[in-house]
Each structure stands twice: as C-alpha cells, then as structure tokens.
C-alpha cells in the first residue's frame, strides 16, 4: 500500500531505475547493430579493392579491346550479385536490430504499464472521497497513452514491412538489370 509520500517516492524511483535499464539495454543492442554494419562495410570495403586490383591487373593485360570488353562483361553479373549479397546482409542486420529493439521496448512499455496501474489502483484506494473525478482522468490519460503506443507501434511494424517490401522489390529489379546487361554485353 502507498499511504506515505515516501512509498510513492520509492516505487517512482524503482520506476526509473528499471527504465535507465531498460534504456540501457536497448543502447546496448542499437550499437551491436552498429557494430555489425561497421564489420560488414570494412570488410565489403577490403573485397572490393582486392577485388578491383585483380580486376584491374587483368583489364591491363587485355591483348585487344574485344577481349578488353569481354573481361569487362564478365564482371558485371558477380559484381550485381556481391552488391545483391551486400544489400541484403545489411538489411538483415538492420531487421534483427529492430525486431530486438521493438521486443525490448514492447516488454518494457508492458511492464511499465502493469506497473502503473497497478500503483494507481493502490493510490486510488487510499484517495480521499470526492477525488473520483480525478481517478477517472489519470486512468483517462493512461488509457490514451497505452492507445498512443499501441498506434506507435503498430505504425513502426507497417513501416519495417514496407522497408523490408520495397528492398526486396529493388533487390528483385537489379537482378533483372544485371542479367538483362550481362547477355547484352557478351554479344
């Protein structure tokens, strides 16, 4: 029960001791996300000039331009495809941090909330009488925050689905530009 000031002081204080962790936490999993896409360009970056330096060297020892335009084609459909793996790589990364993210923040917001009202309903069995019209606004205005994250969150699912849609549409047309330019070049 939540008689005294001093007990609501310290269930606010617990209160904001587990959001500082669960802030934390959700820092936590956003810069392992960072990490992973920092991993992911240094070594994109470090295959790419091996990559150019070989493919440099043997554009170099080309005997004629046919065979100059030949080595030329030839790299079109594996570099398509390393760009393709490259893209899709750092949207997964991208899908995993967020699903974490959403998780950590959809069990916090449902603890937080199981929280809340149950210290309202303890406050509100020590209220005085004539204090109902008050009650009833502060579960007004938690219901319309609860309604509010709801709305939130679910705008930010139909936001990662439409990300997650419009990549693999892009995915989809550079891999038929690539094979459509590959044929092309070889005739």
């Known amino acids: 029960m939540y008689t005294t000031p001093e007990q609501f002081i310290a269930a606010t204080k617990t209160n904001l001791e587990n959001q500082f962790a669960s802030l934390t936490a959700m820092n936590k999993k956003a810069f392992e996300g960072l990490e992973q896409i920092f991993a992911l360009n240094v070594s994109a970056a470090k295959a790419t000039i ?15 331009p046919q065979e100059f335009l030949s080595l030329t084609a030839a790299q079109a459909k594996p570099s398509a495809e390393k760009a393709l793996a490259y893209g899709r790589h ?4 991208t899908t995993a941090t967020q699903a974490e993210f959403t998780k950590a923040v959809e069990a916090h917001i449902a603890e937080t909330n199981t929280k809340v009202v149950a210290l309202i309903d303890e406050v509100t069995k020590n209220a005085p009488a004539g204090s109902e019209q008050a009650v009833a606004a502060l579960k007004t205005v938690i219901g319309n ?5 709801e709305q939130l969150s679910k705008t930010s699912k139909q936001a990662v689905q439409t990300l997650e849609e419009n990549l693999a549409a892009a995915t989809q047309q550079f891999t038929q530009a690539a094979e459509k ?5 070889k005739k």
Do not use: C, F, H, V
Not at 50 to 64: F, I, N, P, V, Y
Not at 90 to 93: C, D, N, T, V
Not at 145 to 149: D, K, L, P, S
């Open 145 to 149: 925050i609860n309604a509010g994250y």
């Open 181 to 185: 330019a590959t044929p092309r070049s």
């Open 50 to 64: 091996e990559e150019s330096t070989a493919t440099a060297k043997q554009l170099m020892g080309a005997k004629d």
């Open 90 to 93: 750092l949207a997964s990364i």
